[in-house]
C-alpha cells in the first residue's frame, strides 16, 4: 500500500499546487451517481448499506457546486 500511495503523492500534490483536478478516470458527478445506485441496490438486496451510504457522501464533499465534472486529489 505504501508504494501505491508513494506513486500517486507526486501527480496528487502537483493537483493541489495548480488547484486543478481533472477527471483522470471518473468525474466525481458519475461517481456520486453509482454510489447512488449501489445504496438503491443495496437496499433491494437487504445488504447493509452503511458503506455504501459513506461512499456516496465522499463524491459530494469533495465537489464544490458546479465542479462535478472535475476529478478530486483525495
Known amino acids: 500500500m505504501a ?3 508513494a506513486e ?4 496528487n500534490a502537483e ?3 495548480r488547484g486543478s483536478f481533472p477527471a483522470e478516470v471518473s468525474a466525481l458527478g458519475t461517481d ?3 454510489m447512488g445506485h449501489l445504496v438503491e441496490e443495496s437496499e433491494a438486496a437487504g445488504v447493509d448499506t452503511e458503506l455504501p451510504r ?3 457522501r465522499w463524491p459530494a464533499s469533495r465537489s ?3 465542479t462535478a465534472g472535475g476529478g478530486t486529489p483525495c
Do not use: C, E, M, N
Request: charged share 15%; aromatic share 6%; proline share 16%.
Open 3 to 5: 508504494v501505491g500511495i
Open 8 to 11: 500517486w503523492l507526486p501527480g
Open 32 to 34: 456520486a451517481r453509482a
Open 15 to 17: 493537483q493541489t499546487d
Open 54 to 56: 459513506l461512499s456516496r
Open 64 to 66: 464544490p457546486p458546479g
